[in-house]
Structures are given as C-alpha cells and as structure tokens.
C-alpha cells in the first residue's frame, strides 16, 4: 500500500486533538513534544476506545468467552490494519505499551547472542546524538556497555 500526502491541514488535524486546545500558563497554546512518553490521542481513537470499552471489553489472547472473542478480532484486526498502512506482515508487528518499552525491547534483542547477528560480534558500533531523549539514549547506552562496541556520538 503506498500512501501520499501532498497538503496537510495542521489546524484540522489540531481540531482532533481535543487537549491541544488548552491554553497553558503564560497565554501560550499547548504544543505537545513528549510523544516518546505518552501520546495524545485525536477524538477518533477516543471515541473508538470509549466504543470498545462499554461494548466488547475483554482480554487479548486470555480466554475462551465472547468477550475474549471480540476484543482478540478487533485487536488482530488492528494489527492487519497497521502492517497494510506500512507495508509490512501482521506477524512482523509487536505492539508495546509506548516508545520507551519498544526501545528497551530493541536493544536487549540486539544485544543477545542467541540471534544470527548480535551486537558485538565485531566491528560494530551504535550511533547516536547527544540530543537524543533519555528513553532513546540509555538502552544504546547499555547495550554498549553489555556488549561492547563502542556508543559513538554520546559521552
């Protein structure tokens, strides 16, 4: 699936996002930079939240009831959703709880010596910046120190 976007409306897309419209101390609009942590989310998604919480709320993968049912279909069904958004398999997506978890998740697998290519194995060495936000500077950082190739571009 190849997606194109040739004009983007930034105050439609604001107008999702219910608490961008919050004028915050100063007189200044809020201009939300900490995704990496939590992200906002537009009315759609609340919306079809606040949907599946009052009608098919159940656990994923946890059971053998109708609830479990649907929320397992509608989750898988995400999944299938997003990997045709990006062009990839289903089976291919992990999903964690935010940014940070994903981050952690990356680099312990880079960093283990059960898969075919692991960190370490020579000649390798983990870029990043000094810019970076903390939850995508300490796990390089580690699995530096872990494995040990050298974290280029941090102090």
């Known amino acids: 699936m190849k997606t194109s976007v040739t004009h983007v409306d930034a105050a439609a897309i604001r107008a999702d996002f219910p608490i961008l419209q919050r004028v915050m101390r100063g007189g200044n609009q809020l201009a939300y ?3 990496g942590a939590t992200s906002q989310r ?3 998604v609340l919306d079809a939240e606040r949907d599946f919480l009052v009608t098919s709320n159940g656990a994923v993968h946890r059971g053998a009831h109708q609830l479990m049912e649907e929320a397992t279909d509608a989750y898988e069904q995400g999944r299938a959703d997003i990997a045709a958004f ?3 398999r289903a089976d291919d997506l992990v999903f964690t709880k935010n940014a940070t978890e994903a981050l952690n998740l990356v680099s312990y697998v880079l960093g283990d010596k ?4 692991a960190v370490g194995d020579g000649g390798d060495v ?3 910046t000094e810019l970076e936000h903390h939850a995508n500077l300490v796990p390089w950082q580690e699995l530096a120190r872990r494995t040990g190739p050298p974290c280029a571009g941090t102090a």
Request: overall charge neutral.
């Open 33 to 35: 930079l900490d995704s």
């Open 42 to 44: 537009p009315l759609q």
């Open 86 to 88: 990006v062009g990839a």
């Open 114 to 117: 059960r898969f075919d290519r």
């Open 126 to 128: 983990i870029v990043t």
